[in-house]
């Protein structure tokens, strides 16, 4: 079992940056690809960003040059980068993990204000 938890979240004007973070805990060692997804009202979830073990990394279109994802193995932390924000990348972000089984949070409210 995998436990995410994710923080990092709040209300931002746009243009501005934030920083989500994702620990992990649990038996993490399947898990071979880590990422960010999110859910705006009355849209399906949406991949944002992916990590593999090996550092390979994926972003949706939409935030490539403004998002950045990273991992921190020492602290069992992803993070995501958030610049440039866009009213539009207001959503709830959820931190994903996958291997064997598929793991989430209970996501983070990222709101931009225009």
């Known amino acids: 079992q995998v436990q995410l938890v994710e923080s990092g979240g709040g209300l931002v004007q746009a243009g501005g940056s934030l920083r989500l973070s994702c620990t992990a805990s649990?038996?993490?060692?399947?898990?071979?690809?880590m990422g960010w997804y999110r859910q705006a009202p009355g849209k399906l979830r949406e991949l944002v960003a992916t990590?593999?073990?090996?550092?390979?990394?994926n972003y949706a279109d939409s935030v490539k040059g403004r998002f950045t994802i990273s991992r921190d193995n020492a602290k069992n932390t992803v993070y995501l980068q958030m610049n440039s924000l866009k009213p539009e990348d207001t959503a709830v972000y959820y931190c994903?993990?996958?291997?064997?089984?598929?793991?989430w949070g209970k996501g983070t409210l990222v709101t931009v204000s225009s």
């Open positions: 994903n993990a996958r291997g064997v089984m598929t793991y």
């Open positions: 990590i593999t073990n090996g550092d390979s990394t």
């Open positions: 649990g038996r993490f060692n399947s898990i071979n690809t």
